[in-house]
């Protein structure tokens, strides 16, 4: 398989990475897909998609995106990147070295003297995604945060804040389990190390999808986060 790698210029030109998708994909119908700036355009992008039988027979979106944030030496970065009215937030991008897709889809973010990478991978028989976050070059350790956006909803609808969701979770090793809506699989969220949970509830309101907007269709949607995880990483 040939390989992929596009170069921090491309990156942020965003009139170009937010046209460029991946998509990978199991034999049970699980998938991922975004842009390779990592910003969601389509209602139907998201880091897990999966069937959901007892529901529909349809793909719903589980875990939207997972929004990264390394504090090292006093500064803190944003990875993740949302488009909202009239902005981007974080802008991510900014910090990405490079991205690639094949033979997994990821990329290497410069911050400051350190360099991290990212790859994530889908198992291929199962409803599981790995992701990996490899610190490459540092002079001391940096403090990783992951905050989860969830949408659990049809790929072909938008989720709106709503006082349905089911906000309890259960503590599990090294993470939580979450199940917001009735008939949904709940969605397990686990490290491969110690990790600390910050219990935050919160809306994040008013997020848009931008070729939606273009096909004419509602293109604004509200995802919901349990609160995010703080996790120390070494070279």
């Given at each position: ?102 033979p997994l889809p990821g990329c290497t973010y410069r911050l400051g003297d350190a360099l991290m990478s990212k790859e994530i991978l889908l198992s ?112």
């Amino acid at each position: 398989m040939q390989e992929q790698r596009f170069s921090k210029d491309y990156i942020n030109d965003l009139d170009y990475s937010l046209e460029k998708e991946y998509l990978i994909s199991s034999t049970s119908g699980v998938y991922s897909s975004a842009t390779i700036a990592g910003c969601n355009t389509r209602k139907y992008h998201g880091l897990l998609i999966a069937p959901q039988p007892s529901i529909d027979d349809d793909n719903h979106v589980l875990l939207s995106s997972l929004d990264e944030t390394v504090t090292y030496k006093g500064h803190s970065y944003g990875l993740g990147i949302h488009q909202y009215p009239n902005t981007i937030y974080p802008q991510g991008y900014k910090y990405v070295e490079e991205a690639f897709v094949n033979p997994l889809p990821g990329c290497t973010y410069r911050l400051g003297d350190a360099l991290m990478s990212k790859e994530i991978l889908l198992s291929a028989k199962d409803d599981t995604l790995f992701i990996r976050f490899t610190l490459l070059e540092a002079s001391e350790p940096v403090l990783l945060n992951l905050l989860p956006l969830i949408a659990f909803r049809n790929v072909h609808a938008l989720v709106k804040a709503n006082l349905k969701i089911n906000k309890k979770l259960e503590l599990i090793p090294n993470g939580i389990m979450i199940k917001p809506y009735s008939g949904y699989d709940s969605l397990f969220m686990q490290f491969s190390s110690k990790t600390e949970f910050i219990p935050v509830p919160d809306w994040y309101y008013t997020i848009e999808y931008e070729k939606e907007r273009e096909r004419g269709y509602d293109y604004h949607e509200d995802l919901y986060s349990p609160g995010s995880f703080n996790i120390k990483l070494k070279q």
